[in-house]
């Protein structure tokens, strides 16, 4: 199934058209700004990457925004020097 990315600052406007889409079989999501279905997206393509990716000997995946140290740590970790 296609996804409808609905974006309108109306929240008003934004419900009437995403309830009259899912009413004609539709899968939507509805947002306020441009920026906000865009980090959707960003989020919804790390899952299926990280989906895709599970079972192919990664040992571990790691999505953005990464925390510098807890990369560095969890680097450490599978290498083997994790001693302070």
């Known amino acids: 199934m ?3 990315l609905l974006v309108g600052k109306e929240w008003k406007a934004r419900v009437l058209l995403r309830a009259q889409l899912i009413e004609e079989g539709l899968e ?3 947002h306020e700004s441009v920026r906000s279905a865009l980090e959707s997206l960003v989020a919804g393509l790390n899952l299926i990457t990280s989906k895709i990716l599970r079972g ?3 040992e571990l995946i790691l999505t953005r ?4 140290g807890e ?6 970790q599978r ?5 302070p």
């Open 2 to 4: 296609n996804l409808v």
């Open 71 to 76: 990369l560095v740590a969890q680097i450490k």
């Open 28 to 30: 939507v999501e509805a």
């Open 79 to 83: 290498v083997g020097t994790d001693s």
């Open 65 to 68: 925004p990464v925390d510098v």
């Open 56 to 58: 192919r000997e990664f």
